[in-house]
């Protein structure tokens, strides 16, 4: 999707690594020499003074990453304290710990043996093959770090402790880590629930094994340049050939959440957007901005009647909309087919009288809407995860979106999309959280009418809906109120020189 990064999961990533192996391009000692290498090439880069690392080997080929970074470190002038087990690992990993001990000891991976004496800190416990709470001393030691929380720790791969999959720690004490430094492509983990919070910087580097990576249906949705070709217009365009997006508003005192919407499918390059009020609400739409069409919409044969129009290529439903006329409108939505983001008051209105949707319909609940949509899902994800893979808002999302036929956008600071067919993108925004702000759902709703106006495919639509939001919130900065949102998008669209 839009050439954004692809996302796959701890068994993909096993796939592809296996894959290259398989191939002889490449060995498993080779890799882990990359990897390991990586690794301390970030902490010299961004620790140039050799200082004192203590690196923290665990059982497996995360581990053996550890005993290639603590060479690596060692080499270039750092003092290297390395704790490990008394095990032999895989024949890889055993390698690489053979490596380290001709250069110096392995002392027992205790607490007792952790000091606060140090500059940082090499978490190369668990990656990957984290597969249930890590417990004993490595528990022990988790605790220990998180006692001292001043000492920064550099993450191989994931903060041990931390699901990759799902983002959510098996261990209360995952460590929160300055920088992590993962293999190849991010795992789902990375960007979700506590992962972005957990791993700090983010740094993917390049292994080698790109071209044996399983063909992904995950992706990252983020903003980047060549999103200008997606979201530009040709020289020779027609306000038609951009499509006419519906925004149907609620009733009296009712109509700025439909506003704001419109305001964003605007903005986002709809050719023209019509706000469609009950009769009795159309003077309330009565001012600026005067770009905006307004029609009213009494009744289902209202909307019937407007849907004839085939230039209608867009409907937004829900934002301020009332339950009741969000139901009352929901059969001859659907029954038209057309392209449509139901949201708010629709989603209630769906909860409380499911009907079949189509492909062309994008959901956008929040957490407590989605619960309602799909109590059992929610409930799941509720459930403390003790084992890995642990259950995700990516596999709920996708479940929900193969349940009920249509795109999903699960939002949060944390926001995942997935059509039916198993195409799905995370959005990871955790440094505005002063989206949480009354609104800011409209906007995202209006953005994505828009983009559904313009002919992207709903998943698409959805994913670049809530890039572009999170981009010109960060472009407005705390403060921000959801009217500021849509003003916001012409400046993210010259900045990515659309
Ligand atoms: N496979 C490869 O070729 C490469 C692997 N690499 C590294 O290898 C890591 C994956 O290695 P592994 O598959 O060995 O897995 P890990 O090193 O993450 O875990 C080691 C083993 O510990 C066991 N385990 C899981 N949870 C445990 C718990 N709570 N307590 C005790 N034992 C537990 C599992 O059997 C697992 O295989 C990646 O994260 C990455 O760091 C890199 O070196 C790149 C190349
Ligand atoms: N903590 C957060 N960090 C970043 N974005 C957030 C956070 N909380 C909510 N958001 C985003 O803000 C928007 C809020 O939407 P919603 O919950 O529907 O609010 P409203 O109904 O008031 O418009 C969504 O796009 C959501 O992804
Ligand atoms: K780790």
Redesign the pocket.
Known sequence: MFDWPQIQTTAQMRATESAAMASGAVSGVQLMQRAGMAVAGQIRLRWPKPGRATVLCGPGNNGGDGYVIARHLHRAGWAVRVLGLDNTPGPDADAMKRDWRALGPIRPLTPQQMSAECDLVVDALFGTGLTRAPDGDIARILGWLQGHPSLPVVAVDCPSGLCMDSGRPLHAAAPRCQLTVAFDSLKPGHLLAQGPRLCGRLVIEDIGIAPWRDASTLHRATLHPGLNKVLGKQPDSHKYGSGHALIVAGGRGKGG?AQLAAQAALRIGAGLVTICPPDAALPEHAGAPWALMRQSIDDAADLSQTLADPRISAICLG?GCGVDRAAQLLPPLLASGRACVL??DALTALSEHPRALHANCVL?P?MGEFARLFPDLAQALNTPAKTGPALSKLHITRQAAARCGATVLL???D?VMAAPDGQAAIHS??D?????????????SGLIAGLLARGQTPVAAAALA?TL??AA?RHIGPGLI?DDIPQAIPRILRDLNV
């Open positions: 959440a934002p949201d708010a956008t929040h939002k949060g600071a926001t925004a955790f505005t959280p002063f989206l949480a702000t009354a609104g800011a759902g409209d906007v995202l809530a939001h999170s919130a959801a």
